[in-house]
């Protein structure tokens, strides 16, 4: 008799991160996979400016009439805390059946909980990943 494996958090965040670096290098960015405090991996414009990417995977979608996926927002073990752009630069919310992702600054999560419907991951990823980027440009450029 077999049974089916049901990956565990790790390979859920591992693999969302493989897609979410994927998305980057194919947007011309360089990628370096550094799992540190706050993010998970850090990318490099064609400047060598570097930038802060916390990845957040979801498994499975739910809703009846219209699909929408759960991420959790948050950073820590037991007290979690929302991310803010103290700890990253991009939130990057990859929907891991779709193989989907929604690509958004950090300050556009403030709650420790995020609902993204499917139709919000139906933007091009290199269109939102440049998005986000010039955004932060502009904004360290004052």
């Known amino acids: 008799m077999s049974y089916i494996t049901?990956?565990?958090?790790v390979q859920?965040?591992?693999?969302?991160?493989l897609l979410a670096m994927a998305a980057f290098e194919m947007a011309g960015m360089k990628v370096v996979l550094v799992n540190q405090q706050g993010f998970d991996i850090l990318v490099f414009d064609e400047d060598g400016a570097s930038y802060r990417v916390e990845v957040k995977s979801s498994s499975h979608s739910f809703g009846v009439e219209e699909l929408k996926y759960k991420f959790m927002t948050s950073a820590g073990s037991k007290s979690k805390k929302s991310l803010n752009p103290d700890d990253a630069d991009i939130i990057c919310c990859v929907a891991l059946d779709a193989k989907r992702?929604?690509?958004?600054?950090a300050d556009d999560f403030p709650n420790k909980r995020t609902t993204i419907k499917m139709d919000e991951f139906n933007e091009p990823e290199t269109l939102?990943?440049?998005?986000?980027?010039t955004e932060i440009r502009s904004r360290r450029n004052g």
């Open 6 to 9: 049901v990956p565990n958090a």
């Open 12 to 17: 859920l965040g591992r693999a969302g991160e």
């Open 101 to 105: 992702m929604v690509v958004r600054l």
């Open 128 to 133: 939102q990943i440049q998005r986000a980027i």
